[in-house]
């Protein structure tokens, strides 16, 4: 069984970074056959895609894909979230997910909508980008 586990997140001004870390432990779990994602859903709204990693290919949202970088550590079975230069309308929970549904995965994560397809997801981790 895959499961995950999000941190990083925190209280940080406009125009600062944060690093969010997706750990993955689990028996099965490889990043040739899984796609991660990161996700995330400010209040009032639904989640969101924002970036995913499948296959050594990474994929952004319109909006973060200049100031986002999704990578991954194989040794640690770890995928990470820079974010920089961040406005207030990132603050979020940022939640990770993990799936074999590749193109459903980028699909959600390239047009900024909500996946709800066959994925395992880790507990969120809030962002709040005051101004």
């Known amino acids: 069984e895959v499961q995950l586990q999000a941190s990083g997140g925190g209280l940080v001004q406009t125009g600062g970074s944060l690093r969010l870390t997706c750990t993955v432990s689990?028996?099965?779990?490889?990043?040739?056959?899984?796609?991660v994602g990161w996700f995330r859903q400010a209040p009032g709204k639904r989640r969101e895609g924002v970036a995913c990693?499948?296959?050594?290919?990474?994929f952004y949202e319109y909006s973060v894909k200049d100031r986002f970088t999704i990578s991954n550590d194989n040794a640690k079975n770890a995928v990470y979230l820079q974010m920089n230069n961040l406005k207030s309308d990132d603050t979020a929970v940022y939640y990770c997910?993990?799936?074999?549904?590749?193109?459903?995965?980028?699909?959600?994560?390239?047009?900024?909508?909500?996946?709800?397809?066959?994925?395992?997801w880790g507990q969120g981790t809030l962002v709040t980008v005051s101004s």
């Open positions: 990693i499948s296959n050594g290919a990474n």
């Open positions: 997910a993990a799936g074999r549904d590749a193109l459903g995965i980028m699909a959600a994560v390239v047009s900024g909508t909500t996946y709800e397809a066959d994925a395992t």
């Open positions: 689990g028996s099965g779990f490889n990043f040739d056959d899984y796609t």
